[in-house]
């Protein structure tokens, strides 16, 4: 049996649920499709749930945790009446209308959803750096959330492949754990904001590799080294290590509209006047469609926008079949 909603949102992560917030108070009853927990690209709560503390979100004076952040986010949102389905959108027809959204088997016949507006915000998700043996390593040593595993690697020597805020925010983070985390960038300068590269640079455990590149990982069953290349000289060389942990930036989770909603070329959303997208009735917030800010606050704001739109549009509507 197909569910119609007036809005259906996909992702929960602080856009999908201040949209979820937004669309409930106006009474547009939103079903979230909220990701699964087993997934890295698409858990609930999106990338705010493998991350420490959040010190820059307005409001919150000595910080909060990521986790505890997103929770409130939900319970916020339930309690006007947004409700939540924890599953993974397999496939989506926008060509319809109302729009069909399927979870599970993407080839039913029927889709598992209807809506009349929908609310696309799946997030972005860790780019990985493609060397030889970097998946088949994954999980036995090489990561792309300290939350999640920097617990393993107590009294080890690690290290972080990246010369951002993510990279540099795992760096301090992992140093609760590991003896000694070397940071791995390939230029002679970092790009993290400076309150973080302050706090790095004096940090007794963490040092760094300038002008680096990671070439492969080495280690049979776990990561036992890495080879890197000094990016001046070429030369390469092996270093002993229990875990790499790659923090280079994201790409969004758009494969799902692929051939349906407009996209740049490096995969992110198109969004015009606000939060439309090339398809009337469809708007996207958050990381899905901004390369640029990636904030948790830019993507509640957007999240708003979104809901906001899409009641706006869903009245237009309305009034024309008047
Ligand atoms: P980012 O700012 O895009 O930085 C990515 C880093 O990885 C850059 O230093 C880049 O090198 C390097 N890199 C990219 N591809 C690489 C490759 N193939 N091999 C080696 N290195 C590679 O991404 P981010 O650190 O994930 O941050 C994203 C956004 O979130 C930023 O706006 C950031 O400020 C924000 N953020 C904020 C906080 C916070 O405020 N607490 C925490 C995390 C993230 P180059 O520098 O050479 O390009």
Redesign the pocket.
Known sequence: MTESRQTIIVGSGPAGLTAGIYAARAQLSPLVIEGEPSSTSDQPGGQLML?TE???FPGFVQGIMGPELMSAFREQAARFGADYVTAKVSRVDLSSRPFGLWVGDPDTHEPSYEARSLIVATGAQS?M?NLPNEERLLGYGVSTCATCDGFFFRERKIAV???????I?EALFLTRFADLVTVI???GE????KV?QQRAFAHSKINFLWNT?VVDVLGETTVSGIRVRDNLSEEESELELAGLFV????QPNTALFKGQLEMEDTGYLRTFDGTRTNVDGVFACGDVQDHR???AITAAGSGCMAAIDAERWLEDQQAETR
């Open positions: 991350t959040v010190e820059n780019l750096l492949v990246g010369g951002g805020d993510s990279a925010e960038h390939r230029r970092l790009r993290a904001s973080m590149s923090a280079i930036g994201h800010y990636r904030q």
